[in-house]
């Protein structure tokens, strides 16, 4: 599934007329419920307490056309900043032109920064935050990119809720859901 998630990345990144490798890209995270299931948790379930729900967090990357660079499962209880952590280091020099990363507020601090510089040298951190003064829903820039992508991934009825005991498992459905995307989105063009 990722060879074939990373070469039609590559064939949409080329038809929308730009590089196969990004330079910027968008992190955040989601936390999913867990849905009633029988047996045995595998891979066991956190509790995320800033959103006061029991099941896994999904940490994904996505490029500025909203397409999946990577993505990960774990359980909801760790932070974003460790998470996010965990994330970069499984991308592995696979964008090696990769030199900026927008952020919310849960990546900023000392810890996620000194693992960017360890995993990734030459990207630049930026935190996107909400204005003070701003009441109500506002849009913000390039983080309004990375939701977008998680509500299209969240329309599958799979992914709406944590239904598998394995985390590798709730990826390979994640790489489907991005796979069905960028093939939606290639017929489109033809």
């Known amino acids: 599934l990722e060879r074939i998630h990373h070469a039609l990345y590559v064939q949409c990144r080329e038809q929308a007329g730009r590089e196969a490798s990004p330079t910027v890209a968008i992190i955040d995270s989601q936390s999913v419920k867990n849905a009633e299931k029988g047996g045995r948790a595998i891979d066991p379930a956190g509790y995320d307490a800033g959103k006061k729900i029991k099941g896994k967090k999904r940490h994904l990357l996505v490029d500025t056309e909203g397409l999946v660079l990577q993505v990960i499962v774990h359980a909801a209880d760790i932070q974003d900043r460790d998470g996010g952590v965990l994330l970069l280091a499984s991308l592995f020099g696979l964008f090696p032109f990769l030199r900026k990363l ?6 900023q601090g000392p810890k996620f920064q000194n693992a960017l510089k ?5 990207v630049k951190l930026e935190i996107v935050k909400r204005s003070d003064a701003a009441k109500g829903f506002v849009v913000l820039p390039k983080r309004w990119i990375v939701e977008r992508t998680i509500g299209w991934l969240n329309r599958r009825r799979r992914l709406a809720k944590d239904w598998e005991n394995l985390n590798r498992k709730a990826l390979a459905f994640l790489r489907l859901a991005s796979i069905r995307l960028m093939v939606r989105r290639l017929c489109k063009a033809t």
């Not at 927008?102 to 990546?107: E, F, I, Q, S």
């Not at 360890?118 to 030459?122: A, E």
């Open 102 to 107: 927008y952020a919310d507020a849960g990546y």
């Open 118 to 122: 360890r995993v990734l040298r030459r």
